[in-house]
């Protein structure tokens, strides 16, 4: 069973999944970080930056990239942890991966299988993955693994729902220029993560948060799959907990956790 945090904000969210990552590099200065993009990470990695740790030796994957998009476009997945993640936490670039990020524009079918395959090739030479941070879509997707997803799957080409095109619209001048196709690592790759650190926020995000947690394991949920994982912690605000059965446990056994 996950460990379940119900927090105030995405800031309370942030300081605990920022202390969680301290730790993991002040044990380990060559640590493998899984980074997503995306809103809900923001405020761990803002929170991480202002620690000011030297993370230089850090290596970090990230979850999924568009396919389709340069990887200078301002909102390809390269560009966003650039800014987001690299520049701020200080990470060295060489030592920073996307999916498909030895692509260029127009590659093929197999040019994308091979880069996937190169991708889940480097995770492993990295000696895998130690903690994984995971925002969780309204579909229920935790990377790119839209439902339908098999459990065991690895990384590789999926298409998006028409929900998440919409969702990531805001990111977009017009819905049309959100790809329809992306890289995303698979629920099998997200599994062998070490630690994972689901976070989400708000309203909309109640529902796959109860399937992620609560629900039967399925992929048609693709995040339940974290209850298949020893070690998840998933923070959430009192929104996106407002429809887990259990969350007086989670706050109890939260507020009394053994020192
Ligand atoms: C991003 C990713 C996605 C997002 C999810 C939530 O790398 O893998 O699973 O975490 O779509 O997105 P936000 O945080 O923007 O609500």
């Known amino acids: ?52 740790l030297d993370l230089t030796r850090v290596r970090a994957f990230a979850l999924d990239e568009y396919v389709g998009l340069e990887p200078g476009h301002p909102e390809s997945y390269h560009s966003v942890i650039h800014r987001e993640v690299t520049l701020p936490l200080g990470l060295s670039p060489s030592l920073v991966r996307v999916p498909g990020d030895s692509l260029t524009r127009g590659a093929d079918a197999t040019a994308l299988d091979s880069a996937a395959e190169e991708y889940e090739g480097a995770i492993a030479a990295a000696g895998g993955i130690d903690l994984q941070i995971l925002g969780i879509g309204a579909t229920g ?33 017009s819905l049309d220029d959100v790809p329809r196709h992306c890289i995303t690592q698979g629920l099998g790759t997200i599994l062998e993560a070490r630690q994972l650190v ?19 394991v399925s992929a048609s949920t693709p995040g339940s799959v974290v209850q298949l994982h020893p070690h998840v912690t998933a923070i959430v605000d009192a929104a996106a907990a407002s429809r887990l059965r259990f969350a007086d446990y989670y706050r109890d056994a939260w507020e009394n956790r053994p020192r």
């Open 141 to 173: 997707h935790i990377g790119f693994n839209e439902p339908g997803s098999s459990l065991a799957s690895r990384t590789r080409v999926k298409t998006l729902m028409h929900q998440t095109r919409l969702d990531n619209a805001r990111f977009f001048d």
């Open 198 to 216: 689901l976070l989400a926020f708000g309203e909309h995000k109640a529902e796959a948060v109860a399937g992620a947690l609560e629900g039967p």
């Open 1 to 52: 069973m996950a460990e379940v945090v119900i927090v105030e904000s995405a800031e309370d969210a942030g300081e605990i999944a920022a202390s969680l990552i301290e730790t993991l590099v002040l044990r380990r200065a060559d640590a493998v970080l899984g980074v997503a993009t995306g809103s809900t990470p923001i405020s761990t990695y803002r929170t991480l930056a202002a620690k000011r």
